[in-house]
């Protein structure tokens, strides 16, 4: 049993069930291993929960981090990056939110991560500026608020996923297409034509 393995079934019980109803038994049973197995790479199930929160948000920076890297067009690298990052918060039950709140450990984890996002956004802003698509000086972290509070907003409620990416997306183009130069105004355009 590879520890990788290990915190990619974690990652996914926790996605589903949340910290409170997750299982080492349930787990080490959908892997067919043992639970002295599962204990060999962690002392605690708590251990195992924050680790494995930590992984899925280390593997969403680097999933949304590739996307801006391997996207030659700055804004539209921004724009799916940050989509990406939305598509993932909305596969995420409403109560693994809660749950996470609730664990000092993972409010921590997830704080260092949201930190490396936010690192991140500044640095495609940087990009989408200087190649022109947005006008340069802005205050990116006001930009990356809005889209949070925008985010938030969509989120509450019951609504179904590709209604909530819907409305985030044309929100998103909102927020841009009010800061973006004439070159950025007719790239949004065209990211509108091929939407989501």
Same mark, same amino acid.
């Given at each position: /049993?590879?520890? =990788?393995?290990?915190?990619? *079934? %974690? %990652?996914?019980?926790? /996605?589903?069930k949340g910290l409170r109803r997750?299982? #080492?038994? =349930?787990?080490?049973?959908?892997?067919?291993? +043992?639970?002295?197995?599962?204990? =060999?790479?962690?002392?605690?199930?708590? +251990?195992? /929960?924050?680790? *494995?929160?930590?992984?899925?948000?280390?593997?969403l920076a680097s999933d949304?981090? +590739?996307? %801006?890297?391997?996207?030659?067009? *700055?804004?539209r690298g921004l724009v799916y990056s940050i989509m990406a990052g939305v598509r993932f918060f909305c596969m995420m039950p409403q109560h693994t939110y809660s749950d996470m709140r609730e664990c000092a450990g993972c409010n921590e984890i997830v704080g260092k991560a949201a930190q490396r996002v936010e690192e991140l956004f500044s640095r495609y802003m940087e990009r989408a500026a200087d190649d022109g698509y947005i006008e340069k000086g802005l205050n990116y972290e /006001?930009?990356?608020? #809005?889209?949070? %509070?925008?985010?938030? *907003?969509?989120?509450?409620?019951?609504y179904d996923m590709n209604a909530i990416l819907e409305r985030i997306f044309n929100i998103l183009i909102t927020i841009f297409y009010g800061i973006a130069t004439s070159k950025g105004k007719a790239e949004l355009e065209n990211i509108l034509i091929k939407g989501l």
């Open positions: /049993m590879k520890k =990788e393995k290990l915190l990619d *079934a %974690a %990652a996914a019980s926790l /996605m589903e997750f299982s #080492v038994d =349930e787990l080490s049973r959908n892997l067919h291993v +043992s639970k002295k197995t599962v204990y =060999e790479f962690f002392d605690s199930k708590k +251990s195992l /929960m924050e680790s *494995a929160v930590e992984h899925m948000l280390c593997k949304v981090e +590739s996307i %801006a890297v391997n996207e030659p067009n *700055a804004l /006001m930009v990356g608020n #809005v889209i949070k %509070a925008q985010f938030t *907003a969509q989120y509450v409620g019951d």
